[in-house]
């Protein structure tokens, strides 16, 4: 049921709209690059002002709402201090002011936590960590509460990796493990694996595995399902590896798998020529954490005795990736690493944002694309409630709520002006057009971030380094 | 009153991901993040309803959640999406890792009849009565 990519962009070109072809979706790591938005022209519909998003064909329902929900009662067009005990008391601002408050509370700041950047650009990454750099922060970004165990993973025991263009020409087998396609990457089973040919695979001669603790619509998709007790990923990887081996398990079940049906995929992935593996926060949020992503990057290494097999995360959100690569190339280190020494210092579990919070090591927090009041632990949201929060975000989030400062921003990939960069799960730089205008006097967060670095070098007399 | 030893899973579904693409504070991601998935035999032995609420706790906290059914059968596992009302039942120690275990921890679920969802603004205000 190959139902993508569809090109029907004719029937929205309607005299009152245009056609942009070939839009990159900026939901979540897999940047499905063929979406088609449909604008509003000169002469708008009725009801519909001038450069309006009618249409978004190709996107899941996910990213059909981002492009179609950005100027709803939710979008921050004006920057905001906001105080009073429940910063209920909201002040709007120029941005310059706003600007200028937060550098203050970033110079002030002894120890400040910076967190965030998946969500944006490695451009506007470019400029957090030079923020990091000249403010002694600790700089952290969304991967320490997504994959970031499986780089600590990568750094102990490397990773044989690939494009998702190999893995759709190629792969016979693939193994979802921890993860769940149709919730989080709606089309990646569309664009890379169960639905689509490829150059050496016809639709539906793959087989498809879904290895998970509980079974989701997903499951009733693929090739076979296999149930696995929570937290014992673990042990059914090292059981698979030693069926590999040929050796023999005597017991009836491992981590609650009944063993024929561990023995049925084991020979699966024997007999395979191309198998490509991709792993979820199932994985990584469990027991074992990083331990989990060693042992499946030591079972890919196993199948590459038999087959040629590949691993990869499910980057969640869209430049998660890139913000592991920008840090890496700019400190050497892909998250959590603290510059208040003047150099960087890599250290997950200390310069982590959680860790840092839940243990109330940081007088001031930044926060850029992200939304930890929503996502960490209630221990790590409680010290954020006590310290002075700086928040750079389109829409009012769970975090802008709990802000003294809020920086509205322009959606890179949709209304932020100049260059901008995204890196796809598999490390493929895809380029973030402009589609349509901002709204009137939001910037993008590169520029916003620019004008927090000079702000905080002037108040600390610190000189900028010029890049060349 | 009827209690309940479950695993406790917390992790994404697409209406979560719908609702927070609309906004935080809309009311999709409210409906989408307060609700616990619990399987039918599990529900029974509560003695509640879908629609009713519960009380989630673990050894980090407790958080009253609407019941949904469970599509499919997971006897045993409680499941709540991601979001600000999962984050009061999970702890922020990470093992040295930067990660909080955010699945496979244990939970006692009890009926909790007349008790109403935290609001996201009640949610922040009980965090800052709690906050030492």
Redesign the interface.
């Known amino acids: 049921m190959t139902t993508d990519p569809k090109d029907t962009a004719g029937i929205l070109a309607t005299p009152r709209a245009r056609v942009v072809k070939n839009v990159v979706c900026t939901?979540c790591g897999a940047l499905c690059d063929d979406i088609q938005v449909a604008i509003t022209l000169t002469g708008p519909l009725p009801r519909v002002p001038e450069g309006t998003i009618i249409e978004a064909l190709n996107a899941c329902?996910?990213g059909h709402?981002?492009f179609l929900?950005l100027r709803?009662?939710?979008r921050i067009l004006k920057p905001e201090l906001r105080s009073g005990?429940?910063k209920s008391e909201v002040r709007q601002v120029s941005l310059d002011v706003a600007v200028k408050e937060a550098a203050k509370i970033l110079a002030r700041a002894k120890r400040p936590l910076i967190y965030g950047l998946a969500s944006t650009s490695n451009e506007a990454n470019v400029k957090a960590l030079e923020l990091a750099e000249v403010s002694g922060a600790i700089v952290?970004n969304t991967s320490?509460?997504c994959h970031?165990?499986g780089i600590?993973a990568v750094q102990r025991v490397g990773i044989g990796t690939a494009t998702l263009g190999k893995i759709k020409n190629y792969a016979d087998v693939v193994i979802y493990w921890g993860c769940?396609p149709?919730?989080?990457h709606?089309r990646h089973t569309r664009r890379y694996s169960q639905f689509i040919e490829g150059m050496f695979r016809k639709e539906g001669e793959r087989k498809v595995y879904h290895i998970d603790?509980?079974?989701?619509?997903f499951?009733d998709e693929v090739t076979d399902f296999l149930q696995v007790n929570?937290?014992e990923d673990y042990e059914l990887m090292a059981v698979i590896r030693a069926l590999l081996r040929g050796r023999e398990i005597p017991q009836e079940s491992v981590a609650g798998v009944p063993m024929r049906q561990v023995r049925e995929f084991a020979a699966t992935l024997k007999s395979a020529e191309f198998i490509a593996i991709f792993f979820g926060?199932?994985l990584?949020?469990?027991?074992g954490?990083?331990h989990n992503i060693t042992q499946a990057i030591d079972l890919t290494a196993e199948l590459n005795h038999h087959a040629k097999a590949v691993i990869m995360p499910m980057r969640g959100h869209f430049n998660v990736t890139g913000a592991n690569h920008v840090s890496t190339w700019t400190f050497g280190f892909p998250?959590?690493v603290s510059l208040e020494t003047g150099a960087p210092y890599y250290m997950?579990?200390?310069a982590?944002?959680?860790?840092v919070?839940?243990r109330g090591e940081t007088d001031a927090v930044l926060v850029i694309a992200a939304?930890p009041?929503?996502?960490?632990?209630?221990?790590?949201?409680?010290?954020m409630?006590?310290v002075p929060v700086i928040t750079l975000d389109p829409?009012?989030?769970?975090t802008t709520?709990?802000s003294d400062v809020v920086l509205p921003s322009a959606y890179v990939g949709i209304e932020a002006d100049g260059i901008h960069t995204a890196y796809r799960m598999d490390g493929i730089p895809l380029q973030l057009r402009k589609i349509i205008d901002p709204p009137k006097g939001i910037e993008s967060d590169e520029h916003i971030l620019d004008m927090l670095v000079r702000e905080v070098c002037r108040l600390k007399g610190i000189k900028r380094y010029k890049h060349t | 009153m009827p209690s309940l030893e479950v695993i406790l899973l917390t992790g994404r579904t697409r209406r979560q991901g719908v609702g927070l693409e609309l906004g935080k504070l809309s009311e999709t991601y409210f409906e989408a993040t307060t609700q616990v998935r619990l399987d039918p035999s599990d529900i029974e032995k509560l003695g509640v309803e879908a629609g009713d609420t519960v009380e989630v706790k673990t050894e980090h906290g407790s958080v009253i959640l609407t019941v949904v059914v469970a599509p499919r059968p997971s006897a045993g596992i409680a499941f709540i999406p991601y979001g600000p009302w999962a984050n009061l039942v999970i702890g922020g120690e990470t093992d040295s890792t930067g990660m909080p275990t955010m699945k496979g921890l244990k939970a006692t679920i009890n009926p909790a009849p007349g008790k109403q969802v935290l609001t996201l603004q009640e949610l922040y205000a009980e965090l800052r009565a709690t906050a030492k």
């Open positions: 939901f329902r996910i709402t981002k929900k709803d009662e939710y005990p429940n952290d320490s509460v970031g165990p600590e769940n149709v919730a989080a709606p603790v509980r079974p989701t619509r499951s929570p937290g926060l199932g990584t949020q469990s027991r954490k990083d998250f959590s997950p579990g200390e982590s944002a959680v860790d919070l839940t939304d009041a929503a996502s960490f632990p209630a221990a790590a949201v409680r010290h409630l006590k829409k009012r989030s769970a709520e709990i």
